[in-house]
């Protein structure tokens, strides 16, 4: 990537997942149990290229797409006609900020949101245009950066320069120095969801925490990655997952009162 011409703007929508490798099966595994059952439709928000989206319909469970980059939605419609299965059709990918989903209430049974909410421009009216668009008993399934984490993944500003790579202890900074440091990405807090949530009616119904795939590792120390990937997928159930890559958080809508 060259670092010069990464502006703000690029900073702060990130990047999708362009490749599908180990890391993304692996969190497609943590997804399946919760859309498994599902005959209805799942939207990806901040689908990027529709790396998930493809996943999914070819588990056979209807997706479409959505995201404010027009260039990623030509990209994700021209990946799709290179799919080689008779039972696949291509996905719907519309063009639309997260703050104001153009769908009707109660239209979907699970949203997903794959390392995006920390992009949005606002995360609070994100989740609730989420809460609005799914049916009663829907999910909104995310990953989100992990505050305790070591790195962080987004890179950072310095003297107007971006820095981009893991760097490290910049997420257990002081929030004011933090921020001025990558103000261009958002990272949560164990409790962070809960004030964010407050006023919607959603149940946890589940909160972990995932450690990296380690796919840039695996493809230079095979040994090494399998290392890291055995000690710290272990470490995922224990009270040291608080130090994981990525939230992963299930959030279901409660039936209308």
Same mark, same amino acid.
């Given at each position: 990537?060259?670092?010069?011409?990464?502006?703000?703007? *690029?900073?702060?929508?990130?990047?999708?997942?362009?490749?599908?490798?180990?890391?993304?099966?692996?969190?497609?595994?943590?997804?399946?149990?919760?859309?498994?059952?599902?005959?209805?439709?799942?939207?990806?928000?901040?689908?990027?290229?529709?790396?998930?989206?493809?996943?999914?319909?070819? *588990?056979?469970?209807?997706?479409?797409? &959505?995201?404010?980059?027009?260039?990623?939605?030509?990209?994700?419609?021209?990946?799709?006609?290179?799919?080689?299965?008779?039972?696949?059709? #291509?996905?719907?990918?519309?063009?639309?900020?997260?703050?104001?989903?153009?769908?009707?209430?109660?239209?979907?049974?699970?949203?997903?949101?794959?390392?995006? &909410?920390?992009?949005?421009?606002?995360?609070?009216?994100?989740?609730?245009?989420?809460?609005?668009?799914?049916?009663?008993?829907?999910?909104?399934?995310?990953? *989100?950066?992990?505050?305790?984490? #070591?790195?962080?993944?987004?890179? &950072?500003?310095?003297?107007?320069?971006?820095?981009?790579?893991?760097? #490290?202890?910049?997420?257990?900074?002081?929030?004011?120095?933090?921020?001025?440091?990558?103000?261009?990405?958002?990272?949560?807090?164990?409790?962070?969801?809960?004030?964010?949530?407050?006023?919607?009616?959603?149940?946890?119904?589940?909160? *972990?925490? &995932?450690?990296?795939?380690?796919?840039?590792?695996?493809?230079?120390?095979?040994?090494?990655?399998?290392?890291?990937?055995?000690?710290?997928?272990?470490?995922?159930?224990?009270?040291?997952?608080?130090?994981?890559?990525?939230?992963?958080?299930?959030?279901?809508?409660?039936?209308?009162?």
């Amino acid at each position: 990537m060259d670092q010069t011409n990464f502006g703000p703007i *690029a900073s702060r929508r990130g990047n999708p997942s362009y490749l599908w490798r180990f890391g993304q099966e692996r969190r497609l595994d943590f997804i399946k149990p919760f859309i498994g059952e599902l005959d209805g439709l799942i939207l990806d928000l901040g689908c990027g290229v529709g790396e998930y989206v493809r996943a999914i319909k070819l *588990a056979g469970i209807e997706c479409v797409g &959505i995201d404010i980059e027009h260039s990623r939605l030509l990209d994700a419609t021209a990946r799709d006609k290179l799919v080689e299965s008779s039972e696949f059709a #291509p996905a719907s990918y519309l063009l639309a900020a997260s703050e104001t989903l153009p769908f009707v209430s109660d239209s979907f049974d699970a949203v997903l949101m794959n390392e995006v &909410i920390e992009h949005v421009h606002d995360d609070r009216e994100t989740l609730r245009e989420i809460y609005k668009i799914l049916k009663p008993g829907g999910v909104c399934i995310l990953f *989100a950066p992990n505050k305790g984490y #070591p790195f962080e993944t987004h890179g &950072i500003w310095w003297r107007n320069k971006y820095i981009f790579g893991n760097i #490290p202890l910049v997420n257990w900074l002081p929030e004011r120095f933090r921020n001025r440091l990558v103000p261009h990405a958002r990272v949560y807090g164990h409790l962070d969801f809960e004030s964010l949530i407050e006023d919607l009616s959603f149940d946890v119904i589940e909160h *972990a925490y &995932i450690f990296p795939g380690f796919d840039n590792i695996y493809k230079r120390y095979k040994l090494l990655a399998n290392v890291l990937r055995f000690i710290c997928y272990r470490l995922e159930r224990t009270p040291l997952s608080r130090f994981a890559l990525s939230h992963f958080m299930v959030l279901k809508k409660k039936p209308h009162s």
